[in-house]
């Protein structure tokens, strides 16, 4: 744009509660948020605002629901080389790299076992969070782990209980974990031991506040019956004095979309789990990918929004039965989640063949190319898929 005086800003908009972004010649900046709107020149002041920015945790829902949550980009957007200028007191998110409100983008991470069984589908608050995980679980089930941060969600669930390598992860972030009980392991020596040692923060339901943050819900049969909100659950880390914000702990490298011309027409991706076919079909209009279970486009209660990933990290990972089992549980599932082992990264139609790396109990896992160098993520909600060699991956 050269000498031209149009001046670059972001037009972001909190859609099923997650911030969306693109560049955009303005001058004026429009935010949505919780439901109001706030104005700022291109000079970054505020010239009307009809809602406080953010005044509550969970800020109320779009009143008219849209299946695609991307705002498709300019055909012809100038190329960004460094950062998308972001408003006076918005940072990027911690987890996920998107812009937010500070006080949001850097709050402590709150991460929620989610059940995987047929019956307890469709999942709420999957939409929301910064950062998903799917792995193994008992016999020949999976579970998924949510971890929340700048994103809230009316509704997440249905909680259940924790295994040892989801602790494991939920380290990484020094996160308050929520989750229903667990197997002993994880309840008797890995969530103490990361309590004592500031690494973890415990919300068992089964243990210690039940009521503070979930209830159980009448429309669906226990235990798949359990549920709670990002606003309870930060309510509830507040009154057990856990952090409020996060600890500065090293990020994952995060970039900018690319230029429309030079993301691919498709991509299709599956992962066989025991479970349901997981899919992932890419849109290079949105430059996000529509999440798939077991071949229908996945919806979220929550907010009556499809499901969407930017980018999809699949983990090949070894998984063994714990020999510790205890009685009653002779199938108790790990996984190997520290060293590193080969991983696919699909982001923006592409497909990456990398290692993945972690190097104890507690460090972030780290994604890296062929030449060793880390394979930065496209900013947005990450979805994280541990396998094991057995799984099938295709991709189209």
């Known amino acids: 744009m050269g000498g031209s005086n149009v001046v670059n800003v972001m037009k972001r908009f909190w859609v099923g509660h997650r911030i969306l972004m693109i560049a955009l010649p303005a001058v004026v900046i429009v935010i949505v948020l919780a439901g109001g709107l706030l104005l700022v020149s291109a000079s970054g002041r505020t010239v009307q605002a009809s809602a406080t920015l953010i005044s509550a945790m969970m800020p109320t829902p779009s009143p008219t629901p849209s299946p695609t949550p991307f705002i498709t980009p300019s055909p012809?957007?100038?190329?960004?080389?460094?950062?998308?200028p972001i408003p006076s007191g918005w940072a990027y998110s911690d987890l996920d790299g998107v812009p937010a409100p500070a006080n949001l983008a850097h709050r402590e991470p709150i991460a929620v076992m989610i059940d995987d069984q047929v019956i307890a589908r469709p999942q709420s608050g999957v939409s929301s969070a910064s950062i998903v995980y799917q792995a193994p679980a008992d016999g020949n089930q999976d579970r998924y782990m949510l971890v929340f941060q700048e994103g809230t969600a009316q509704s997440v669930g249905p909680v259940r209980s924790v295994r040892?390598?989801?602790?494991?992860?939920?380290?990484?972030?020094?996160?308050?974990?929520?989750?229903?009980?667990?197997?002993?392991?994880?309840?008797?020596?890995?969530?103490?031991?990361?309590?004592?040692?500031?690494?973890?923060?415990?919300?068992?339901?089964?243990?210690?506040?039940?009521?503070?943050?979930?209830?159980?819900?009448?429309?669906?049969?226990?235990?798949?019956?359990?549920?709670?909100?990002?606003?309870?659950?930060?309510?509830?880390?507040?009154?057990?004095?856990?952090?409020?914000?996060?600890?500065?702990?090293?990020?994952?490298?995060?970039?900018?979309?690319?230029?429309?011309?030079?993301?691919?027409?498709?991509?299709?991706?599956?992962?066989?789990?025991?479970?349901?076919?997981?899919?992932?079909?890419?849109?290079?209009?949105?430059?996000?990918?529509?999440?798939?279970?077991?071949?229908?486009?996945?919806?979220?209660?929550?907010?009556?929004?499809?499901?969407?990933?930017?980018?999809?990290?699949?983990?090949?990972?070894?998984?063994?039965?714990?020999?510790?089992?205890?009685?009653?549980?002779?199938?108790?599932?790990?996984?190997?989640?520290?060293?590193?082992?080969?991983?696919?990264?699909?982001q923006e139609g592409k497909e990456i063949v990398g290692t993945w790396k972690k190097k104890n109990a507690t460090a972030l896992t780290r994604f890296y190319d062929a030449s060793g160098k880390e394979i930065p993520l496209v900013r947005g909600e990450i979805f994280i898929q541990s396998i094991q060699k057995s799984y099938a991956v295709t991709v189209q």
Request: glycine fraction near 6%.
């Open 76 to 84: 012809t957007p100038t190329p960004n080389l460094g950062p998308t």
């Open 164 to 346: 040892t390598y989801y602790v494991v992860w939920a380290e990484e972030y020094k996160a308050v974990l929520g989750h229903f009980g667990g197997d002993s392991i994880s309840l008797k020596k890995l969530i103490p031991a990361a309590t004592r040692a500031k690494t973890l923060y415990n919300m068992d339901a089964l243990r210690f506040h039940q009521d503070c943050p979930y209830h159980r819900i009448k429309t669906r049969p226990a235990p798949h019956n359990a549920y709670t909100n990002t606003k309870v659950l930060y309510e509830c880390a507040a009154y057990l004095k856990y952090p409020t914000m996060y600890q500065n702990l090293p990020d994952r490298a995060f970039r900018d979309d690319s230029p429309p011309a030079s993301r691919p027409t498709s991509q299709t991706i599956t992962i066989a789990y025991p479970t349901g076919t997981i899919g992932y079909k890419f849109s290079p209009g949105t430059d996000s990918y529509l999440r798939l279970v077991s071949g229908k486009p996945e919806l979220d209660p929550a907010n009556n929004l499809y499901v969407y990933a930017r980018s999809i990290v699949v983990m090949y990972q070894v998984k063994t039965i714990s020999a510790n089992a205890e009685a009653g549980h002779p199938g108790r599932p790990d996984i190997a989640t520290t060293g590193s082992g080969k991983c696919l990264i699909f």
